[in-house]
């Protein structure tokens, strides 16, 4: 079975400073991908960064970067140089290539900068 | 393009009743899925449909059903609401392809079932 967790319910970061939220994930597919969402205060869910598992190098885009550890089986999210609307919940998802493209979520961590 | 959209946004029922809700995308995606999102329990796949014609169930499907019209359209139908329903309903849309297959989400639908 196919489990995310994300042990941070809450984060607090001082603006402009960086910020790790932890994502640990089990599965059994040899091949998966791992994904992170923004959901601001607003609620639409905004696609942040993607990670496969056979890429050789983390992701990056723009202040977002994913720390992909495969043995540890973990996937945390770095946003470098907070903002104030960098606030939100966010979300680490993984989809397995097998089984119809299902992804599932973890709960979520709510972040919050402070000015 | 207006991506995905839900309808409605918002929804009162009394329990017992049913409804459906609606969502279409204009990405000629092929694959289409059904969240709920409770509080502190993150998104949960009620269903989903991994290409036109079919369906198949998520985590969470009791108390659900779904219909992909056609590729553009798939609804949710909740035929006997329940206070256990009560929640935030997304869709969402993504090709279906290995890879960076992401998920693009419609605005959510709150509903709550007294």
């Known amino acids: 079975a196919q489990k995310i967790t994300q042990t941070q319910p809450g984060m607090f970061v001082q603006e402009k400073e960086a910020v790790t939220l932890d994502c640990t994930y089990d599965t059994s597919d040899p091949s998966y991908g791992l994904f992170w969402y923004k959901q601001p205060s607003s609620g639409e869910m905004i696609f942040l960064i993607y990670?496969?598992?056979?890429?050789?190098q983390n992701a990056t885009e723009g202040r977002y970067s994913l720390n992909f550890q495969k043995a540890r089986k973990s996937a945390n999210l770095v946003i470098s140089a907070s903002q104030l609307g960098d606030s939100a919940m966010y979300f680490c998802a993984m989809r397995g290539n097998t089984g119809g493209f299902k992804t599932i979520f973890g709960a979520g961590t709510r972040l919050f900068v402070k000015a | 393009n207006a991506g995905v959209t839900q309808t409605p946004k918002f929804q009162v029922l009394k329990t017992g009743q049913s409804m459906t809700l609606q969502c279409a995308q204009d990405m000629n995606h092929n694959s289409m899925y059904w969240y709920r999102q409770d509080p502190g329990m993150g998104l949960r796949l009620i269903y989903y449909?991994?290409?036109?014609?079919?369906?198949d169930k998520g985590e969470v499907p009791n108390g659900y059903n779904v219909s992909r019209l056609n590729k553009r359209e798939f609804s949710l139908r909740l035929e006997s609401a329940a206070p256990s329903q009560t929640s935030v309903y997304f869709c969402a849309s993504s090709e279906a392809r290995r890879g960076p297959d992401t998920q693009y989400f419609g605005p959510g639908t709150r509903l709550t079932v007294l």
């Open positions: 990670q496969g598992s056979y890429d050789q």
């Open positions: 449909s991994a290409s036109e014609g079919t369906t």
